[in-house]
């Protein structure tokens, strides 16, 4: 079983940061992806970017420039940091990890962009 907990969410102003980070517990393997996804309220859950252990990366489109993710050489800490962030990056931020045809998923921390 695998566990995630996210954190590092909040309040923020339009244009400002923050770094979300999120860490992997129990039977993880070193061969997975771990990455972020955001659900805004009214809409689908979509991936913001994604990780793997080799450190090969995607991102949205919509965050491209403006989020990095990381992740440490053990593979079981992620962060994404957040900058210029937008009102329209509101959204709840969840934690994900992918292995062996498995997906896990954190509760999610909420991020709030204020115009």
């Known amino acids: 079983q695998v566990q995630l907990v996210e954190s590092g969410g909040g309040l923020v102003q339009a244009g400002g940061s923050l770094r979300l980070s999120c860490a992997a517990s129990?039977?993880?393997?070193?061969?997975?992806?771990m990455g972020w996804y955001r659900q805004a309220p009214g809409k689908q859950r979509e991936l913001v970017a994604a990780?793997?252990?080799?450190?090969?990366?995607n991102y949205a489109d919509s965050v491209k420039g403006r989020f990095t993710i990381s992740r440490e050489s053990s593979g079981n800490r992620v962060y994404l940091q957040m900058n210029s962030l937008k009102p329209e990056d509101t959204a709840v931020y969840y934690c994900?990890?992918?292995?062996?045809?498995?997906?896990?998923w954190g509760k999610g921390t909420l991020v709030t962009v204020s115009s």
């Open positions: 990780m793997r252990i080799g450190g090969s990366t």
């Open positions: 994900n990890l992918g292995q062996i045809g498995m997906e896990y």
């Open positions: 129990g039977s993880i393997f070193r061969s997975n992806v």
